[in-house]
């Protein structure tokens, strides 16, 4: 069974940067699509970012970014440590939220899929709170 930790959220100035991991308990990481997303408080649950089963630090693989975060995040996966990661910089008020990785059902796709229902398991969450 694939079990997903999430840490690394806080509470961080506007502009400032943090780095999500989400760390899995089951070597079944390495052949599985990745992805993070995030809730805040009175919104519903929307994508983040998604990289395919075949990336991870020396291998591009196919990564997606949300429009709302592309050129601030970067998402990123190290098979060796099955360990997923997302780099935040220069981050908003509006990055506030809850930030949930997740691990899609089938396993190696190359699809980055922006779509909650590919993914089958997912972690408990980390809070980023960005302070104006």
């Known amino acids: 069974q694939v079990q997903l930790v999430e840490s690394g959220g806080g509470v961080v100035q506007s502009g400032g940067s943090l780095r999500l991991s989400c760390a899995a308990s089951?070597?079944?990481?390495?052949?599985?699509?990745m992805a993070w997303f995030r809730q805040a408080i009175g919104k519903e649950r929307e994508f983040v970012a998604a990289i395919s089963w075949n990336g991870d630090l020396l291998n591009q693989g196919v990564r997606n970014h949300a429009a709302a975060v592309k050129g601030r995040s970067t998402i990123a996966k190290d098979n060796q440590k099955n360990t997923l990661y997302l780099q935040m910089n220069n981050l908003k008020p509006e990055d506030t939220a809850v930030y949930y990785c997740?691990?899609?059902?089938?396993?190696?796709?190359?699809?980055?899929?922006?779509?909650?229902?590919?993914?089958?398991?997912w972690g408990q969450g980390t809070q980023v709170t960005v302070d104006s």
């Open positions: 997740a691990a899609m059902s089938r396993k190696y796709s190359f699809d980055g899929s922006r779509e909650a229902t590919e993914y089958s398991v």
């Open positions: 089951s070597a079944t990481f390495s052949g599985r699509a």
